[in-house]
Every structure is written in structure tokens, then in C-alpha cells.
């Protein structure tokens, strides 16, 4: 009957870990977000994940117009609601002070990147003006926060994790043992 109850408390463990695990790995990325005014929508996305300071990655923009799908379930279909050509510009701010600008450029299609460089890390705030397409013309501007780490950022979720495990390995042992001392007596 022990030998039986072993595995079976594995399996259970098992069971109830794996979600937590397959959630975890799933998650949206951290530096993703979307915002919408009006009709419009605009989409930022940074790769990767984390940007590290001083270090470039990748800064993607998406335009979607909910206005131009035919109904409304074409609506939430975002290839048919991406627009076809806009104007944009982006500043960002750090701890309030003005730090650099993305001139306004004009754009085909529904989306554009472009590689970039954060100087410092902690928290960017990204106001990305979308022109010509307010009530009078007026510019919409779309607000995202980014966060960038240092460089020893990664290191830290490799710790944790390593910590984690660590953990279940030392209650492992210890039911082992513990099985190993009973079954002596």
C-alpha cells in the first residue's frame, strides 16, 4: 500500500503543477500592448520581450481601423481592419523628462518597425501620436508604458525558476527518505 501511494502523490503533484507550468510559458509578451480610440486601435510590441538597456531590439507598431470592416464580425478579424496607410510619431519620456522622439513619417500598410535603443532602465512611457484621424483632424495619441531592465534582468527569472525546483527537489528527497527510514523500522 506505501509503495503505491508514492507515485500516485507524483502524478496528483503533477497534475496540479502542469497548468501553472503551461500558463507560465504562455503568457503575452510583457512589453505587448494595444490601445484603443475611437475607432482606432494601435498595437506596440518590442522583441525582445524585455529590452535590456543599451542593448537594441526591435519596436513594432500595428494600425487597426475597426471602421473599415464590412460588418461587425469582420471587425475581429484584424487583417481586414488594418489600414492601409498612416502617419505617426512617437516620443518617449523617462521619469517625466522628454528622452528622444521617432520624427512623423508616413506609412503604407497597417504596420512598421523599427530598431531602437533605451539608455536607462525602469520604466519608458511611449506616446504615439496617430495624425489626420481625430475629430477635426486632430492627432489621436495612444500612451504605453515599456519596461527595460538591465542587463543581469534575465539572470534574475533564472534564479527564481532555479530556486523553484530546488524546492521540489529537497520535498522529494525528504518523502524519499522519510519512506526509506519507515520501511527500516
Same mark, same amino acid.
Given at each position: 500500500?506505501? &509503495?503505491?501511494?508514492? +507515485? ?10 502542469? +497548468? ?7 503568457? $503575452? ?38 471602421? $473599415? ?5 469582420? &471587425?475581429?478579424?484584424?487583417?481586414? &481592419? ?38 536607462e ?13 481625430? +475629430? ?7 500612451i504605453?508604458?515599456? &519596461? ?6 534575465p ?5 527564481? $525558476? ?24
Amino acid at each position: 500500500m506505501g &509503495s503505491f501511494r508514492f +507515485p500516485v502523490v507524483i502524478f496528483a503533484l503533477g497534475l496540479v503543477l502542469s +497548468p501553472m507550468i503551461h500558463y507560465a510559458s504562455a503568457h $503575452s509578451p510583457l512589453n505587448s500592448g494595444d490601445e484603443s480610440i475611437g475607432n482606432y486601435e494601435v498595437q506596440v510590441a518590442t522583441d525582445p520581450e524585455i529590452p535590456a538597456a543599451n542593448q537594441p531590439f526591435k519596436l513594432s507598431f500595428r494600425v487597426l481601423n475597426y471602421q $473599415s470592416a464590412s460588418n461587425i464580425l469582420d &471587425s475581429f478579424d484584424t487583417r481586414l &481592419s488594418e489600414v492601409n496607410h498612416f502617419r505617426m510619431g512617437v516620443r518617449i519620456y523617462y521619469n517625466d523628462k522628454l528622452v528622444s522622439t521617432i520624427p512623423v513619417q508616413d506609412f503604407r500598410g497597417g504596420q512598421w518597425s523599427t530598431n531602437y535603443v533605451f539608455h536607462e532602465s525602469g520604466n519608458h512611457v511611449m506616446f504615439v501620436d496617430l495624425y489626420d484621424v481625430g +475629430p477635426g483632424g486632430q492627432p489621436l495619441t495612444f500612451i504605453f508604458n515599456i &519596461s527595460v531592465l538591465d542587463i543581469f534582468g534575465p539572470v534574475f527569472v533564472y534564479i527564481i $525558476s532555479a530556486g523553484g525546483l530546488a524546492c521540489f527537489v529537497l520535498l522529494g528527497w525528504i518523502i524519499i527518505t522519510k519512506k526509506r527510514v519507515k520501511s527500516r523500522h
